[in-house]
Each structure stands twice: as structure tokens, then as C-alpha cells.
């Protein structure tokens, strides 16, 4: 524009030759003399004053587009083009991953003898797919409306994050409000039935309210089977659906457009939640940080256009239907309990009481969990196991019993590896060598619904008041004084007993006595110890 304006200020004001701007500028003839006559046009025009301020204001353009090629011609364009073409076979049989990328044709080019550049054949590439582009009939979309509270999209998205050290694949189950663009998502490890049926059950109890309708695409959990151009939904949507009182409507095959809102919510809350952070020490943790990262999107608006979206939302959630009911979301399934007192359930064990052994139980299967049940009542819960290789869950609660007439077999046992940490430490520091005591120790707790915390408080308490060799009844008196002063909101020891009653006199009084006869054992061996020195 300047070199422009500069040809027209010497040529008009100046009064200088075509010739002589050429050589003041050192540009070629040809450029003045077009500048001159798209000039001298301008003032011929009808309107020369609008001709003219376009002229000085409007700047050049040139068209390269018929430029021909001067490198990649004759054979080794058609070297090229044929390498494309096999890549346009490959992705129509499904092997995309086996196309050739720019760099591998640009090696086959060199190793043809051929001399050429790599980003000129990048750029070649590129000229082709565009050219592509271009001769394909573009689609025009229709903007919806869509009311509060109508509608809402659902799909699943992939997420992988490190739990518990371990990378893991798990599903998004994501959920988008048409009308204010809401998102809530939740994290399983499969995308299966259960999962569909809990993530729905979740979504609506989150939001207080149903949808009038669901949209699905073409997903395997929601269309049974396809029957011409009718699709038939799943015995777990139409039960759900049925339940909840809600429609659903299924899109076109290849048509994520018509689900546009989730398709968009998948990647913004996955990158939202785990872009940063992907490390979590279990499943829950990583799902209370994908819920409150929902929350924080829901509250503030991402852009000029979503300015009004808390007022949407509350628009969305106040229209929708009634949630009065949850749907109860597992599969019940009979087994027997083999002889190590487990079940097998997907080549992984989970143990049951050792009074089982032998017999059929039923079991409610969640997605992430399993309830057994014994003559109608719960007999043991487990996390699922999701392992490529065989996996156990064994609590060593269900084998008291067992262990009471063979305690040796305690130490070695894969029910004491999997106990917390703490009782492990305990075991191992002062029943070692007494594991029947251990055995009928838990047994009380668990005869008395005392839980493994409750036992390390009172151990804890023993060693606080000076004990170092620490019995099992010891720790079953301690309980039993803390229990106490928590239901009476005081200390577990009184000086002058003015406030306890008989019961908290008896245990306080037999806990003296035990911890008296235990300084008493220690002061004897250390007697002993002294006299044999």
C-alpha cells in the first residue's frame, strides 16, 4: 500500500514518468504502469471520487492459485498422488493408523531418487485435501430452541488417571442440559448396563428432577438392535424410562451434531477436571473432584454468550419433572461359595463368613460394588475388582471362626496382608506369638460392633497411660471405657467416681487392676533379667 500511494504521489503530484518512478522505487515498469492505470480508471469512472478512495485504500491482491508447479510434476506428483489415494483406501477398510503421514511419503520420494523438499510435499498434501474439501457439498444446520427443562444429551467420554499409583481407564458419564448447556459427569470403571442405570439414577437425584427427554446417540447400553430404520432400545433404557417417566429420541447414525451439547461437554470437562491434576488415592476421590469441578462450570459463564447461564440453569432445574423414587440399579446372580469361603465372580474372589462354606448365596452386583445376601440378610460388601489378572478380596473378619480352631494359620494368611495397616503393626508387635488371643479379639469387636478404629483408639489409650506388653483384654476393657465416656461426654477415668455409674466403676476398676498387674509382670522380669546378669 505504501509502494502504492507513493507510484500515485510521484506520478500525479510530481509530475514524474513511469519510467523515472521504476528507477526512483527500483520496482519493475510492469507494477507502475498498473498502478497508473487502475488510477487513471478510477478518475473515468462515473463516481470518481468513490473510485479513487478505493483505489488508494483498497489493497492489492494476487491470485497464485493458477500458478503451476514448477517441482512436483510428471511422475513424481503422480508418485505422490498415488500414496494419497491408498491412504483414502485404508481409512474406508479402517485402517487409519496405517496411513502413510507426510513424512513417511517424503522418505519414499528420496528413497525413489527423487529431490525434493519435506514442506514441499507438506504443502502439496494440503493443496490436495483442500482441493477435496472444496469440491464437497457443505451443510447448512438449523439453529434449535430448546425450553427449560425439555431436553437433555448424554454420552460417554474416556478418561486416563493414575489411582492409587496405577494407571486406570475409566468412562465419563456425561450429562448437558439443552436449554442452559448444565454439565454433571461421573466416573466408572466400565461403560456397561450398570453403569448406564447408576449414572441416570445419579444424574437425576444431583439434579432433583427428570428430563421430559433423553438423547442418545447410537450407543450399545441405549439400542439393542437395529431393525431397518427403527432401533430398538434396551431392556435397561425401557426400564429406566418406564421408572422415571421420561422419552427418549435416538440421532442419526454419524450425526453428532444432533447431540452437539454433550459432544462439546466430554472434552471441556475432561480438560477441565483432569488436565492438571491425574493423580487420586481411589475412584471417590477423583469423583468428588469431577463433581465440584461441574459445580464451579455450572456457576460461572465460560464466554459473552453464556453470560446468563446461572439464571438458565435455575431456569432448567425448576422446569423439570418430579424425582420421587430411585430406581435400584444391580443385577442379582446366585453362587456358591467354594471352599476357600469365596465366590469367583469374573475370575476374582471375594470372601463371605466361613460358615458358608458350600452353600448358594445371592449377590447384588453394582458397577462398583457387590452385596451379598444369606436367607435375606447382608452377609458381607466388596469393591469390585477390575483386573486384568485374577484378583482377591478377602476380610479377615469372615474367618474367625476358622481361625479360632487352626490360629496358626493366621501369620501366613492373605486375609491379614489385606487388613489396615495399623492392625497389622499391632499384630505383629504384640501377638505374634499369641494369635489365638488376636483371633478372639476381633471375634469380641466384632460380636460387640466394635470396628478396627475402635481397637486402634484403645491401644493407642493403653500406651498413653504407660504400657508397653498390651493384652487383648486389656484393649476389650479400654473399648468399652471409651465407648462409654463417648456416650456420656467425659473423661474414661474419674478420680472420685462422684459422676459414674456402676457399670463405668466396674470397667474403670478392672482396668486399674489390669494395668497394675501388668507394671507388676514387668517390674518380675525385670527383676529376673537382673539376677541372671
Known amino acids: 500500500m505504501v509502494e502504492k500511494q507513493t ?35 478510477a478518475l473515468l469512472s462515473p463516481d470518481p471520487d468513490s473510485s479513487l478512495e478505493s483505489v488508494l485504500t483498497v489493497q492489492s491482491r494476487y491470485n497464485s492459485s493458477k500458478r503451476g508447479r514448477r517441482v512436483i510434476v510428471g511422475s513424481l506428483k503422480d508418485l505422490i498422488d ?30 525413489k531418487g527423487f529431490q525434493v523438499s519435506y514442506p514441499a510435499v507438506c504443502k502439496y498434501i494440503a493443496s490436495f485435501a483442500k482441493e477435496k474439501e472444496e469440491n464437497k457439498s457443505h451443510e447448512a444446520f438449523i439453529r434449535g430452541y430448546y425450553p427449560p427443562g425439555e431436553s437433555c444429551e448424554f454420552d460417554w467420554g474416556e478418561a ?16 448437558t442440559l439443552n436449554h442452559s448447556n448444565g454439565r454433571y459427569a461421573w466416573l466408572f470403571h466400565h461403560q456397561n448396563q450398570l453403569a448406564f442405570m447408576e449414572s441416570h439414577r445419579n444424574f437425576f437425584r444431583q439434579v432433583k ?13 441405549a439400542i439393542k438392535e437395529f431393525a431397518g430404520a427403527e432401533k430398538k432400545p434396551t431392556e435397561t433404557l425401557l426400564r429406566m424410562s418406564n421408572f422415571y417417566r421420561y422419552h427418549y429420541r435416538f440421532c442419526n447414525i454419524r450425526a453428532g451434531w444432533e447431540k452437539g451439547h454433550v459432544e462439546r461437554s466430554v472434552e471441556y470437562v475432561r480438560r ?33 454468550y453464556t453470560a446468563d447461564k446461572v439464571e438458565s440453569l435455575a431456569a432448567d432445574l425448576e422446569a423439570l419433572k418430579p424425582y420421587t423414587n430411585e430406581m435400584g440399579c444391580f443385577r442379582i446372580a446366585e453362587y456358591k461359595v467354594d471352599k476357600w469361603s469365596t465366590i469367583c465372580i469374573n475370575c476374582s474372589h471375594y470372601s463371605v463368613p466361613d460358615t458358608l462354606v458350600g452353600k448358594i448365596v445371592t449377590v447384588k452386583i ?3 460394588k457387590l452385596v451379598i445376601l444369606y436367607n435375606n440378610g447382608k452377609v458381607a460388601v466388596h469393591e469390585r475388582i477390575y483386573s486384568r489378572q485374577k484378583g482377591w478380596s478377602v476380610k479377615l473378619e469372615h474367618y474367625l471362626t476358622t481361625l479360632c480352631r487352626k490360629p496358626g494359620a493366621l501369620t501366613g494368611s492373605l486375609a491379614l496382608k489385606q487388613m489396615p495397616a ?32 475402635d481397637i486402634i483408639e484403645a491401644y493407642h489409650s493403653l500406651r498413653e497411660s504407660g504400657l508397653r506388653n498390651i493384652s487383648a483384654d486389656q484393649i476389650k476393657a479400654m473399648m468399652h471405657a471409651l465407648n462409654e465416656s463417648e456416650g456420656t461426654g467425659t473423661e474414661p477415668f474419674y478420680p472420685d ?37
Open 82 to 111: 498415488d500414496c494419497l489415494e491408498k491412504n483414502t483406501r485404508k481409512r474406508a477398510m479402517g485402517l487409519k493408523k496405517q496411513c502413510m503421514c507426510g513424512k513417511d511419503i517424503h522418505e519414499l520420494l528420496k528413497e
Open 497 to 533: 467416681g462422684s459422676h459414674q455409674n456402676d457399670s463405668s466403676l466396674i470397667e474403670d476398676g478392672s482396668i486399674n487392676i489390669l494395668m497394675e498387674l501388668s507394671r507388676i509382670m514387668e517390674a518380675e522380669n525385670n527383676t529376673k533379667t537382673t539376677s541372671i546378669n
Open 7 to 41: 507510484i500515485i504521489h510521484m506520478y500525479r503530484t510530481r509530475g514524474y514518468s513511469k519510467r523515472a518512478i521504476a528507477r526512483e522505487l527500483s520496482i519493475s515498469r510492469k507494477t507502475v504502469h498498473k498502478v497508473i492505470a487502475e488510477y487513471e480508471s
Open 160 to 175: 486416563k488417571l493414575y489411582i492409587n499409583g496405577k494407571l486406570h481407564r475409566l468412562y465419563m458419564a456425561v450429562f
Open 209 to 221: 428432577g427428570v428430563p421430559a427427554i433423553m438423547v442418545y446417540d447410537n450407543m450399545r447400553v
Open 422 to 453: 495399623k492392625i497389622q503393626l499391632l499384630f505383629n508387635k504384640h501377638f505374634a506369638d499369641k494369635a489365638k488371643d488376636f483371633v478372639f479379639l476381633l471375634q469380641y469387636a466384632r460380636d460387640n460392633n466394635f470396628s478396627h478404629n
Open 272 to 304: 477441565k477436571a483432569f488436565s492438571i491434576n491425574m493423580h487420586y488415592s481411589s475412584l471417590d476421590d477423583a469423583q468428588k473432584h469431577l463433581l465440584s469441578t461441574c459445580e464451579r462450570i455450572n456457576a460461572r459463564p465460560a464466554s459473552p
Open 366 to 368: 453394582y458397577s462398583e
